[in-house]
Every structure is written in structure tokens, then in C-alpha cells.
């Protein structure tokens, strides 16, 4: 019964996003991301921001995780430290968070054109037990395609915890099969080491880590299965941009500045 309403909630996601893209019209500008996104789930795009501009963006996350006095998150391990909403309280932030490039990539791949969403600032360092950002393997969402704009504030190689992607594991034929096989269960979004293992070897695909230098940019469908690497050294500044169609969840109210 699971597995049959997984498969009508896929079908339903579909007609839904489909009429929204129709609707939103056509973004010949980001074709090349918005397939990207629809065939790998990933696109990475270098040299989005210079190395000033990271670099005046990693000083205003220290202020205001050190001393901007800001409602700041963080993890169990003491790793992972985090301001939701920053956009709300510095515009240079909003500036980045308003970027009308990533607006045309989202109205390309979901269909919305309004978006309710914020600007996530993060630094995390190597701590004993970090299990890097994001907390493990997981889909952000089981059932509905999302797009997040990525972007690195500093060199991230493998060490400093890069964003990690199974390429083409949002796409619903794998998420349907992962069910039928059995090495998912339906509406499953969260998942064990062990579990992803099973996975790459049933279906033969490969973990991605993203490396990439300060200011590069990553669009990722994170309904595929990702998470941030945990450090084994360093440190790693980077932007997220949240996008919602309708409302921002209740769960994120208290996040806010
Ligand atoms: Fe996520």
C-alpha cells in the first residue's frame, strides 16, 4: 500500500511541476543547467564569485557567528554553526540571495516564479564525530523535486567536506526502482551508510563529491540523495539559498534572525 501511494504522489508531482513549467514560460537562457538538473541532478558552474567577494562574504559569517549577537544554529558535534535567514539582516547577503540567475533556474526546473525562501550562511569545521553538513545521507524532500543554489565561499576539496550527489537519483524512475528492489522503503528520506552502499552497488551509480574553489557555484535537485562530506581537516564557509512554492515551513520559523 506504501509503495502505491509513493507511485501516485510521483505521478501527481509530476502533473503539478509540468502545469507550473508550462505556466512559468520558457527560460531559453538556463536551458543548459535546467537539463543538467532534470538528467544528473548537478550542475556546477566555476569562478561564480571572485576571491574578494568570498572573501568579504567568510568575514561577514564569522561577525555574525562570533559576534553579531544572531539567533546562530548549532549542531550536535559543536561543527556545524549556522545563520537561517541571514538575508534578512545584511543586505549584502539579500544581494546575493535576490541573484535573478538563480530565479530562472528554478522557475525552469519546478515552475515557480514566486518563490517564499531565505539565505543560509554556514561554516563547518572538523570536530570530533561531525557527521558533516546536512547530517548524513538523505533526500530533502521523498516525493518532490527541489532546487538549491550552492555556493562555495572557500577551496573545498575532499578533506573541508564537500557537497556529495548521486547523480540522477532524483530522477523518478530510481526512485521507483529503489522501492520495487527493496533497498529503499517508500517515502524513505533519511538514510544509513550502510544503506547507500547497498544502493551504489545495486544500481552501479558512483558518489560525486564536488571539489571546487572559492565561488563556485552548485545547482543541485536535492531530492537526489546528498549530503556534505564530514571532515577529516580544515574548514568550510558556504551559501545556501532555500526555495519554497508556497509558505516557508512552520520548522523554520525559529530559525529566523
Ligand atoms: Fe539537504
Known amino acids: ?4 501511494i509513493s507511485i501516485l504522489k510521483e505521478i501527481a508531482e509530476l502533473m503539478l511541476r509540468k502545469f507550473r513549467i508550462i505556466k512559468a514560460g520558457n527560460k531559453p537562457e538556463v536551458h543548459v543547467e535546467s537539463q543538467a538538473l532534470k538528467k544528473e541532478g548537478l550542475y556546477v558552474r566555476p569562478d561564480f564569485l571572485s576571491k574578494e567577494e568570498c572573501e568579504g562574504f567568510r568575514e561577514a559569517i564569522d561577525f555574525h557567528i562570533d559576534g553579531g549577537g544572531g539567533n546562530v544554529w548549532v549542531d550536535e558535534a559543536g561543527a556545524d554553526q549556522r545563520v537561517y535567514f541571514i538575508n534578512d539582516i545584511d543586505e549584502k547577503f539579500q544581494n546575493f540571495y535576490e541573484t535573478s540567475y538563480f530565479r530562472d533556474v528554478l522557475a525552469a526546473c519546478t515552475g515557480t516564479t514566486s518563490p517564499s525562501g531565505m539565505l543560509l550562511a554556514a561554516r563547518i569545521n572538523c570536530k570530533d564525530n561531525n557527521k558533516g553538513s546536512g547530517g548524513g545521507w538523505h533526500r530533502d524532500s521523498p516525493v518532490t523535486h527541489q532546487f538549491k543554489a550552492i555556493c562555495y565561499l572557500n577551496d573545498v576539496e575532499e578533506e573541508n567536506g564537500p557537497f556529495q550527489f548521486v547523480k540522477r537519483s532524483q530522477r523518478k524512475w530510481e526512485v521507483i526502482k529503489c522501492y520495487v ?7 524513505q528520506y533519511r538514510f544509513t551508510d550502510e544503506e547507500i552502499d547497498r544502493y551504489l552497488l545495486e544500481t552501479g551509480s558512483e558518489i560525486s563529491s564536488v571539489i571546487g574553489k572559492a565561488g563556485s557555484l552548485v545547482f ?5 540523495v546528498h549530503r556534505g562530506k564530514p571532515l577529516s581537516g580544515g574548514v568550510r564557509y558556504v551559501l545556501f539559498c532555500y526555495f519554497w512554492h508556497g509558505d516557508i ?4 520559523q525559529k530559525l529566523r534572525q
Open 220 to 224: 543541485a535537485d536535492t531530492k537526489g
Open 249 to 252: 515551513p512552520p520548522h523554520f
Open 1 to 4: 500500500m506504501a509503495f502505491l
Open 181 to 187: 528492489r527493496g533497498v529503499f522503503k517508500p517515502g
